[in-house]
């Protein structure tokens, strides 16, 4: 009987310091808002160029204006996750930041005038910082005097876009019933096993890296090209070094290589610097320009497309 005791404590104990350590685990920030497909269908969107192609974005700030439910919905969200120890922030107080910096849609060029546009969307990320954008779509079905909301949730991480997590259902057919409520009814039972995909993402970045791409081009002006020699080295096979020695294990792929461009994808950077800073594809890639200008006298302008996108294009500024 004693030994029975001492191995059901034992057990008590272990669970005990799992449940412990998960709830100590960092944990990705999370940002809840509208889906792409919400917004769009209920008309909160403006038509944006992107270097001559029309693009649909979804106008975040018009939806909060005017549309009641959708504050409902991103709070009881929010407070779900929150309650459940993910770090969250605020999509409302985000969007008053951008605009109080007056951060409108802007062109980044050269001095020959090359250069890369940033959609509001690209800037609502580059301010948020936040790890995964948690989408939310959902619609309220009439059945006769009783209602009931079907919901679809998509985990995306915000560097990459990919779906790393996803959960949908219907909830019970309720009479009277507030929206925010009838939400949380039907997310409960699917949103643990939600936020385990979400964690299993998180913990995968922070042991093989951060997900980004890297383009290399070179301007007009550019003495050479990238097949230029540099101590009898090509300086396309300097750049593929540096990246191989400045990623978590060397993880890397080259899909493009020529005497012009290079396209680097499925970069792990690491989340922090030695340091311990957080660190972000923009603060990454300053180290192939800064390395390239200390080392080789190469000048080269970096442009960002959104918060995981970077480009090097060497020649000038």
């Keep these: 009987m004693k030994n029975i005791f001492i191995n059901y404590l034992i057990l008590v104990l272990f669970a005990f ?3 412990s350590t998960f709830a100590q685990a960092k944990k990705p920030i999370i940002m809840v808002v509208p889906s792409d497909n919400w917004c769009i269908s ?7 160029d992107n270097q001559g192609t029309k693009m649909k974005v979804c106008d975040y700030k018009r939806a909060f204006q005017e ?22 922030k605020s999509m ?5 930041q951008l605009e109080s910096e007056s951060a409108e849609n802007a062109m980044t060029t050269s001095k020959t005038g090359a250069g890369i546009s940033e959609s509001p969307v690209d800037k609502l990320k580059s301010v948020a910082k936040a790890d995964i954008w948690m989408q939310i779509n959902w619609k309220v079905n009439e059945n ?22 996803g959960a949908s259902g219907t909830g019970p057919n309720v009479m ?3 929206l925010a409520l009838m939400l949380e009814t039907a997310v409960l039972s699917h949103l643990d096993n939600f936020n385990v995909l979400l964690q299993k993402h998180f913990d995968d970045m922070f042991e093989n ?7 290399i081009k070179k301007f007009d002006s550019f003495d050479g090209d990238l097949e230029k020699e540099y101590d009898g080295e090509e300086l396309g096979s300097i750049i593929e070094k540096w990246v191989s020695e400045n990623t978590v294990k060397g993880r890397f792929s080259t899909t493009e290589s020529s005497e012009n461009r290079m396209f680097f994808e499925q970069i792990r950077i690491p989340l922090l610097d030695a340091t311990g800073k957080a660190t972000d594809t923009r603060g990454w890639a300053k180290g192939l320009q800064k390395f390239l200008k200390e080392k080789y006298q190469i000048t080269a302008k970096l442009t960002m497309k959104g918060i995981g996108q970077a480009a090097i294009v060497v020649g000038e500024k």
Excluded: C, H, W
């Design 17 to 19: 310091s799992i449940n």
């Design 42 to 48: 209920n008309g909160y969107f403006s038509e944006f």
């Design 67 to 88: 549309n009641t439910e959708l504050s409902l919905v991103i709070n009881k969200l929010g407070s779900l996750m929150a309650e459940r120890g993910f770090p969250l």
């Design 92 to 96: 409302e107080a985000m969007l008053k």
């Design 144 to 165: 006769g005097l009783q209602e009931s909301i079907t919901f679809d949730l998509a985990g995306l991480d915000a560097y990459t876009d990919k779906q790393v997590a």
């Design 176 to 178: 009277s019933t507030p």
């Design 209 to 215: 890296g951060r997900e980004v791409t890297m383009r």
